[in-house]
């Protein structure tokens, strides 16, 4: 299949581009390189540098490599930022994807698998979360999600655009090539880690005070090759599912005190640690159910054990310690 895959520089988007040239597809890389980096494209995969809002080049991509399916990542993810800054939210995830949505509709390509998250939901009312679950999303990088996953439905109507969205939890782990390189990095392993090797000072922990069992943030770690996985089944079954939306996380939740004690434990060495005041727009808990996924698509987290994730997250680093930069 010809694939394009937007945001194929960034973290989950280079290893879902890795994955499925892996499996034989012919991938085409659309990113601009703003918080990717060039060196986290696949190989045997095309880097086209171009922004998604720059519909004649998308166009021209499209036309150029016969593309048959999408798999959209590209967007500003920072959720802090996304308090101090939302126009720039809205017009690259809102306004980028509608132009993506246009060149799909005007070149009848009718197969996207969208990036979305579990920020759509805001506040849990019900824990471990399902789908339909009510969103009421508490930063405007939720709202901006939210906003494509309604406007996917009646794309689907109008155009036949097959979709399907997926809310996924916190991406985590790398594979023996791609990881986390974020400018800056707020994930948490980063964090940790380079708390852990002595390059950044003490370890902050965003607010103690949550209503959690030990006032830290709770929250559901994926695997980053899990994540891909789900988006690769998602897409082989587009044609039987018309518009769909799945969580992908892997229904258990740890604190941030409980993923700092198992870095710990992986590493070897203990922390400074210190604790400030909360982050904007930080739910207490997410943790998803992700029981649609794995009765429609036959999905697995097999990745996703925490100390794996941490194991796989580390070795990366370990062999990448100033990440994508040589």
């Not at 494509?148 to 109507?157: D, G, S, V």
Request: a positive charge.
């Amino acid at each position: 299949m010809n694939i394009l895959v937007t945001g194929a520089a960034g973290y989950v988007g280079s290893v879902c581009a890795a994955e499925l040239v892996k499996q034989g597809n012919h991938v085409v890389t659309y990113d601009n390189l703003s918080a990717g980096h060039r060196q986290a494209v696949a190989s045997g995969a095309r880097l086209v540098v171009g922004d998604i809002a720059d519909t004649e080049k998308l166009k021209r991509v499209c036309k150029r490599y016969s593309i048959e399916a999408v798999m959209h990542f590209a967007a500003s993810a920072l959720v802090e930022e996304s308090v101090r800054n939302p126009h720039l939210f809205y017009s690259n995830n809102v306004r980028g994807t509608i132009a993506l949505l246009e060149v799909m509709a005007s070149l009848k390509i009718q197969r996207l698998i969208f990036s979305s998250s579990a920020a759509v939901y805001g506040e849990p009312k019900i824990v471990p979360i399902p789908e339909d679950h009510p969103t009421n999303p508490v930063n405007p990088y939720g709202e901006t999600k939210l906003v494509i996953e309604r406007a996917l439905t009646w794309y689907h109507n109008a155009y036949g655009i097959q979709s399907a969205a997926l809310r996924y939890f916190n991406a985590a782990g790398a594979t023996a090539e791609f990881g986390e390189d974020h400018r800056p990095e707020t994930h948490l392993l980063p964090r940790l880690f380079a708390a852990a090797s002595g390059s950044k000072g003490a370890f902050q922990i965003y607010g103690d005070d949550y209503p959690t069992p030990d006032g830290t943030c709770v929250r559901d770690y994926v695997h980053v090759l899990d994540i891909a996985q789900a988006h690769i089944l998602a897409l082989h079954s587009l044609s039987k599912l018309g518009s769909r939306i799945y969580n992908v996380g892997h229904g258990k939740g740890y604190s941030i005190r409980a993923v700092l004690k198992a870095v710990e434990e992986v590493t070897g060495r203990k922390l400074e640690v210190q604790v400030s005041g909360r982050r904007p727009g930080d739910p207490a808990v997410l943790v998803a159910t992700a029981r649609k996924l794995r009765r429609e698509l036959k999905w697995q987290p097999r990745n996703s054990d925490l100390k794996n994730i941490i194991r796989s997250a580390w070795a990366w680093m370990q062999k990448y310690p100033k990440g994508y930069r040589k």
